[in-house]
């Protein structure tokens, strides 16, 4: 999906595997932003960019969300950070276990649509987004970018556990991309392919009754198809 001279948005960065992988690809003429809010995993991320000789990748210590300014991070112990998010409530392990938040930080805030403008970026190719729950935020944030059609493809996860924890439902992040084109494919792990394009409602009960507790599914949508096939 990526290649020279390309931009991507990493929402969600943690320490920053996805952003090395995204720098291989987009070379010296292209652009990586690696979004990560929590100071600690921030620091981390510039680690892992500088170990992986992609210390050019850009990181944006703030929270990507629906309404610029500040916003407070529920921090969780290690190894559990990567459940860091703008939700308190708990996250249970597979076998059950409540582990909830240790402190909270307050960090920045922005949208990706004013992001974007700021920054002078006309077209991103790729927008990962890894936001334990608020993909909602992220996409109401990105409202412009994705009327205009200026994401190439939105790659994001549906969690179980922090979506419910936060209050939404599946088929309202589904929605939140359909309602600007946007088509979502599910990638079926067994055999690793993308199958769609789903449908929010016949989607959202499907997972509602997957037996896997805590299920996690990734997606990717698109407003053309032919993105999403090498």
Request: glycine residues 10%; charged residues 25%.
């Amino acid at each position: 999906m990526l290649g020279a001279g390309d931009v991507v948005f990493d929402v969600g960065a943690n320490i920053g595997v996805y952003s090395v992988h995204a720098r291989r690809h987009t070379g010296a003429s292209g652009r990586v932003y690696a979004f990560e809010a929590v100071p600690a995993t921030a620091d981390r991320l510039v680690q892992t960019l500088a170990l992986n000789r992609s210390a050019d990748v850009t990181v944006v210590r703030a929270a990507v969300t629906d309404t610029p300014g500040t916003a407070t991070m529920n921090v969780f112990p290690d190894p559990a950070s990567g459940w860091n998010s703008l939700g308190s409530h708990p996250m249970f392990t597979y076998d059950g276990r409540a582990i909830r938040p240790s402190e909270v930080v307050e960090v920045p805030a922005v949208t990706l649509d004013g992001f974007a403008e700021r920054e002078g970026i006309e077209r991103v190719a790729l927008c990962k987004v890894d936001v334990e729950g608020f993909e909602r935020q992220v996409f109401a944030g990105a409202a412009g970018l994705l009327a205009q059609r200026r994401i190439g493809v939105v790659c994001f996860e549906i969690s179980e556990d922090p979506l419910v924890g936060e209050g939404g439902t599946p088929s309202e992040v589904f929605d939140a991309l359909d309602r600007h084109g946007y088509r979502t494919f599910r990638h079926d792990e067994a055999s690793d392919t993308l199958v769609g394009p789903i449908d929010p409602a016949v989607e959202d009960k499907r997972l509602a009754a997957e037996s896997v507790r805590p299920y996690v599914a990734n997606y990717f949508s698109a407003t053309e198809e032919a993105l999403l096939r090498p």
